[in-house]
């Protein structure tokens, strides 16, 4: 990548040392616009493409620019002066993009309203004197009311709706419904369970910490704080259906949608840490025909494309840089993409769990024909995550073992898996699924886990900041592959799903899957199907 752009590229005309932000501190280690936070400069910059100024700058934080270089206007020059006619204009036009783009995620930031109002003012006070400003400052008015950020000082924030996971408390009625977007401050239900399996259902925060789920269980327990120490006689233990266990500490926030496909969470004492074990439906499972064998693959498939389409739909473009980005620091950011993430591992062991619960080697071999079947329609409804998924869950070693079951399929069908196979392989940095992806036209879902590894790719790469300065086309670089994102989304979905009498029951049971994420279990139920396969 070509060298940083030095320090001193400033904003419409001005230097950065004579921005009233650069005064107050606002660069360098330590700053608000320290490596963590750099990747949004690049939106702010004229001398970069409009198309690949994404802001990635936390919304108070870039709130606050707008309105210090909004009063850096009004100091310069007279209200008469043409440039600062051009500079308000300019300073409008980039707020009105920020908040069109990032409407949602405003109210997570703690003084982004008051912000927007101080500056809202203040155009309303140049609109009497620009009347080239009026048709700008109507659409920042909707926009304000949009994001819900209310100009009047008495305005009440709307009520929530407690919102359940869809696999950590599991209801029929809010699987069926479309999913929304979640945020850090939105409420939902999730069940915490002590050592001997009962459990406390518990309302809580979505980013709420450890030590927040821990008080609201410790309620729910009656438990008396007399004790000195009392608070602290709760831990909370993610635990796997491997048995693995994992101490959350205190301060870690957002372990709801960071849990696996089939982990959940403990309550206990230090001295019973020891003895927490799985869930028994998560360790015992009973072989036989279920909903997959009596669905047809249009369905599921059309389903299953419906489904990813709105979690894809729900995680914000910001969700990826940070994921990136700010890692460990931005987790509240990025629960929706973590959430699509652990999708696409669930239908992965959605696959191989219902091929390895069959028993007889011919509807076995039935299965592997339907589940290649679904992942010809994913693919030609341009569903290539659940594709993905899909073909690695027919990858899986405990499946792919079976030699048996596999020379049962037809040899179309072979062939038509070694296909999907090779679209599927790595090699040559993913050439095959490049080449296909490329010729796609939106609406797609694409296999975001490989958007995750690009951007990755770029930011450990090549630093962000080197002795002071800014690697400009870095950034250009990750705002490239964020419109990409934004180009598979630039139209709607439209599936052709006709109503069948069993809609809605195929609707749930592709919406919350019962699934085996413990592979040493997947490979004891390969074994007793095909003992001597290789």
């Not at 493409?49 to 310069?76: D, E, H, M, Q, Y």
């Not at 009047?152 to 977007?181: G, M, N, Y």
């Not at 999708?343 to 076995?364: D, I, N």
Request: net charge neutral; hydrophobic share 40%; proline share 5%.
């Amino acid at each position: 990548m070509s060298g940083p752009t030095r320090g001193k590229v400033g904003f419409m005309g001005c230097t950065v040392s004579s921005m009233p932000w650069a005064a107050q501190g606002w660069m360098g280690p330590g700053s608000v616009f320290s490596d963590a936070a750099l990747p949004g400069m690049s939106w702010l910059w004229p001398e970069l493409p409009v198309a690949s100024r994404p802001s990635f700058l936390r919304s108070a934080t870039c709130l606050g620019l707008f309105l210090n270089f909004r009063v850096s206007f009004v100091r310069a020059g007279g209200l008469e002066d043409p440039e600062g006619l051009g500079r308000k204009q300019a300073c409008l036009a980039m707020l009105l993009h920020f908040l069109d783009t990032y409407q949602g995620l405003l109210q997570e930031e703690e003084g982004a309203g008051h912000i927007i109002k101080e500056l809202y003012l203040l155009i309303m006070k140049d609109e009497s004197l620009y009347q080239d400003l009026r048709e700008d400052t109507l659409r920042l008015h909707q926009l304000v009311e949009t994001v819900e950020l209310k100009i009047p000082e008495e305005s009440q924030p709307p009520s929530r709706q407690v919102k359940p996971l869809f696999r950590h408390f599991r209801r029929i009625d809010s699987c069926l419904q479309t999913r929304v977007a979640f945020r850090g401050s939105d409420e939902i239900f999730c069940r915490v369970y002590m050592p001997d399996h009962s459990y406390v259902t518990i309302r809580s925060r979505l980013s709420a910490s450890v030590q927040d789920i821990l008080g609201s269980v410790t309620e729910k327990l009656q438990y008396s704080e007399e004790p000195a120490g009392r608070e602290e006689a709760l831990i909370l233990v993610a635990v796997a259906s491997s048995g693995e266990k994992v101490l959350l500490q205190p301060n870690e926030d957002c372990v709801f949608t960071t849990l696996g496909i089939n982990s959940h969470l403990f309550a206990c004492t230090r001295d019973s840490y020891e003895a927490l074990v799985p869930l028994p439906e998560e360790i015992q499972v009973s072989p036989g025909d279920t909903e997959i064998h009596r669905v047809e693959p249009e369905d599921v498939a059309n389903h299953l494309t419906a489904f990813h389409w709105e979690l894809f739909r729900c995680v914000h473009e910001l969700e990826f840089v940070d994921y990136v980005f700010h890692g460990e620091r931005g987790r509240r950011e990025t629960a929706n993409l973590e959430l699509l993430l652990q999708r696409c591992s669930e239908v992965t062991h959605w696959v191989a769990t219902e091929v390895l619960l069959c028993e007889a080697p011919g509807k076995r071999a039935q299965l592997l024909k339907k589940f290649i079947k679904i992942a010809a329609i994913c693919k030609q409804n341009q569903d290539l995550l659940s594709f993905y998924a899909v073909v690695m869950g027919l990858d899986n070693a405990a499946v792919s073992r079976l030699r048996l079951t596999w020379e049962k399929l037809p040899g179309k069908f072979k062939n038509l898996f070694r296909k999907f196979e090779n679209l599927t392989d790595p090699c040559r940095n993913h050439k095959s699924y490049r080449e296909v992806i490329s010729k796609m036209k939106p609406p797609m879902i694409p296999f975001v886990p490989l958007i995750l590894k690009d951007l990755t790719f770029l930011h450990e790469g090549s630093k962000t900041l080197v002795d002071g300065l800014v690697n400009v086309e870095k950034l250009h670089s990750v705002a490239e592959k964020v419109r990409t994102i934004r180009k598979y989304r630039s139209r709607p979905l439209c599936l052709d799903m006709e109503a069948s009498p069993h809609h809605l029951q195929t609707k749930a049971y592709v919406r919350q899957f019962q699934v085996i994420d413990n592979q040493n279990l997947l490979f004891e139920l390969s074994y007793k199907l095909e003992a001597n396969s290789q």
